[in-house]
């Protein structure tokens, strides 16, 4: 086992909200926002590294109008009883109504073994208990449940989103109660926009964690941590704990800034690592939102001796050791 392992950062450059899935094939699925939001790619390698010169195959463009025809956002790709399923946000304009966008969550699905062949099929949106903002939806199975974790906004809660959990009745549909488990309260949570958005699930050592990212997306991004026992009912708030503190965020002394919308995987050794996107300068001409450099960057993930996952500082660009 190598633990000196690095990796030569940015892994994929101008790609925000990164998802990197290690199959059982052995191969890395890599997917994430493309800097014009006009489509989704999708593209795989034997290695991490391998993911950066990976060609990448357009699974699907949007639309000229409608639902589906502007800002789509951070997919993530996942396998589900034998199926593939692309989750991301979209919306019907890039305009915004008292601050927020108009996305909604919707699905892909691929029935080919090989998810860079067959076709993307659209299921529709994933409906909510609000028609209301909603993206950066994600999925974890647990104890024959599967789950759906997202953002969106509740009208009658301030602020831009709020995370959610609900069971799924299939890839594409949610079933029964809808339960809010965190939302902005903490002075970091709130810089620029009350945020909690792009959750990620980590299973280990008998817990569940769920990483979120919160404020705006310049300098402020940072990642928060959720953490619930596996053995709880996860559809209870109750059940879900909030680190007080970020987890991982800007390091102005290795020159890396905002660092959030994570996911994990693990390496060819099954070692933890964190896939992430960060900015290598502070200050952004016009809106954060638009700047394109927002690079995908890998680092290993370590794990304190009380069982909770060890973020560290973003590191350095180019041949980053941990």
Request: some cysteine.
């Amino acid at each position: 086992m190598n633990t000196n392992r690095e990796y030569t950062n940015p892994l994929v450059e101008q790609r925000a909200d990164p998802w990197v899935y290690k199959h059982t094939d052995g191969y890395y699925y890599f997917t994430a926002s493309v800097p014009e939001y006009d489509r989704i790619e999708v593209r795989r390698a034997l290695t991490i590294e391998g993911l950066r010169e990976a060609q990448p195959v357009v699974a699907w463009r949007k639309y000229e109008s409608g639902p589906l025809s502007a800002n789509i956002w951070a997919p993530e790709i996942h396998y589900i009883d034998g199926k593939w399923y692309i989750y991301f946000a979209a919306a019907r304009t890039t305009e915004t109504k008292e601050g927020l966008f108009d996305h909604r969550m919707y699905a892909l699905e691929n029935t080919s073994a090989d998810p860079l062949q067959g076709e993307w099929v659209e299921k529709g949106q994933i409906k909510t208990a609000w028609e209301s903002f909603a993206l950066d939806g994600t999925s974890f199975g647990h104890k024959g449940v599967q789950y759906y974790v997202w953002a969106q906004k509740d009208p009658e809660i301030g602020g831009n989103s709020n995370l959610y959990i609900s069971a799924m009745e299939n890839g594409w549909t949610l079933k029964g109660p809808q339960t809010m488990i965190s939302s902005p309260e903490y002075p970091w949570e709130v810089i620029g926009f009350k945020v909690n958005e792009g959750a990620a699930v980590l299973k280990r050592g008998g817990r569940i964690f769920v990483s979120f990212s919160a404020s705006a997306t310049d300098h402020n991004y940072c990642l928060g941590l959720l953490t619930a026992d596996e053995d709880s009912d996860l559809l209870d708030a109750a059940s879900w704990t909030k680190h007080p503190e970020p987890v991982f965020q800007t390091s102005e002394e290795n020159g890396q800034y905002g660092p959030g919308h994570n996911s994990f995987t693990v390496d060819e050794n099954g070692e933890d690592v964190l896939i992430y996107h960060a900015r290598s300068y502070k200050e952004i001409t016009g809106d954060p939102l638009y700047d394109p450099n927002r690079h995908t960057r890998a680092k290993r993930l370590r794990w304190n001796a009380d069982g909770t996952p060890d973020f560290g500082v973003p590191v350095k660009d180019s041949l980053s050791k941990f």
